[in-house]
């Protein structure tokens, strides 16, 4: 079975701090895996997309590993800001079917001053 | 550029009661269009796609209905409303399959 799941649930870091959150998934073969932002009561915000082809990608101050191999995924975030209060989500896309992703159920971030 | 737009915000409604949320997309032709439900703590579900006019498809039987009338609306719809149907709606769309989705500010529905 498709499944994507996620670790932490929730974590709490002081600002200024660097964390990274993890990603393990079955789904395979698949097409690309992504990482969301959202804020509460939001819509996610797309952070970065890597193929199965791709170690790392950045975006800012967040960058996302993959490991093809070992089904893993990486979201690290540096030098944190209050404003990185909110859920992460990893989502992975099969590579055949139709347009569902397997969506994680997310780590919910807060930032402390 | 393209925006999305979902209303309304929030909403409490009774059961049994019809529900219509609306989604529009601006600065795209075309376009991937999606309805997804999230539940507290759980991950997104997707419920309904479309990748073109008049064309549905349902991923989860259940109580609820889409339609695409024109290219860049997307209708979720329910003749009765159920208890389990609260939740928090998201509408998206995407240029392909396989690029990153954009997504509305969501509805937040609660029925009582």
């Not at chain 1, 709490?12 to 073969?29: A, D, F, R």
């Not at chain 1, 509460?40 to 950045?58: A, D, H, Q, W, Y």
């Not at chain 2, 600065?27 to 419920?47: D, E, F, I, K, V």
Request: proline share 5%.
């Amino acid at each position: 079975k498709n499944q994507v799941e996620q670790s932490p649930q929730s974590l709490i870091i002081l600002e200024g701090k660097n964390c990274t959150l993890q990603c393990n998934y079955t789904v395979s073969p698949f097409s690309n895996l992504r990482w969301y932002k959202q804020d509460t009561g939001r819509g996610p915000v797309s952070l970065t997309i890597m193929t199965f082809s791709e170690n790392t990608k950045s975006n800012g101050r967040y960058t996302a590993t993959l490991d093809a191999d070992t089904k893993q995924s990486s979201l690290h975030i540096t030098a944190s800001q209050l404003s990185d209060s909110a859920s992460y989500i990893c989502v992975v896309r099969p590579l055949s079917g139709n347009y569902q992703l397997i969506w994680g159920a997310g780590t919910k971030l807060i930032i402390k001053p | 550029s393209q925006t999305i737009h979902q209303w309304p915000a929030t909403l409490v409604q009774p059961v049994g009661s019809p529900l219509s949320l609306e989604c529009t997309v601006e600065g795209t032709s075309n376009p991937n269009l999606y309805w997804y439900r999230q539940a507290a703590g759980r991950g997104l579900q997707l419920l309904f796609y479309s990748v073109g006019i008049g064309q549905i498809s349902s991923e989860v039987p259940q109580n609820l209905s889409a339609s695409r009338p024109q290219d860049r609306q997307f209708i979720l719809s329910s003749k009765k409303l159920l208890l389990s149907d609260s939740g928090f709606y998201l509408c998206a769309w995407s240029d392909t399959g396989e690029g990153g989705y954009t997504f509305g500010s969501g509805t937040r529905l609660t029925v009582v």
